[in-house]
């Protein structure tokens, strides 16, 4: 059973940056894929950003975020990064860091929708003001 804590939320302002974190324990992280969704009042969870177990690694952004967001992980650290730039109040949102299982191979497999990961952080807010 794989634990997840989101970190590093908080107040920015409009084109400032943010660094999200999610600390995982009690599975071998090497082999979860993990991704980034965010959430706001009345709107379904969308995923901002995801990346691959395995080498290379598959990698993917929400079109909004392209250019301005990084998804990394550091596996002996069991950690993962979210990496937020030139911020805008529309990327206000609570913001999950997920993983699923991708299995004992390291063939990289990259999953996109939020019913296909296992395992979810508590969340951390992000506001973006003005």
């Known amino acids: 059973q794989v634990q997840l804590v989101d970190s590093g939320g908080g107040l920015a302002q409009a084109g400032g940056s943010l660094t999200l974190s999610c600390a995982a324990s009690?599975?071998?992280?090497?082999?979860?894929?993990v991704g980034w969704f965010r959430q706001t009042p009345g709107k379904e969870r969308e995923n901002v950003a995801a990346?691959?177990?395995?080498?290379?690694?598959?990698?993917y952004y929400l079109d909004s975020v392209k250019g301005r967001f990084t998804i990394s992980r550091d596996n002996a650290k069991n950690l993962v990064y979210l990496q937020m730039n030139s911020l805008n109040p529309e990327d206000t949102a609570v913001y999950y860091c997920?993983?699923?299982?991708?299995?004992?191979?390291?063939?990289?497999?990259?999953?996109?929708?939020?019913?296909?990961?296992?395992?979810w952080g508590q969340g951390t807010q992000v506001t973006v003001s003005k």
């Open positions: 997920a993983a699923y299982d991708s299995g004992l191979g390291m063939r990289p497999i990259l999953r996109l929708h939020e019913d296909d990961y296992d395992y």
């Open positions: 009690g599975g071998t992280f090497s082999r979860y894929g």
């Open positions: 990346l691959s177990n395995g080498k290379p690694s598959l990698t």
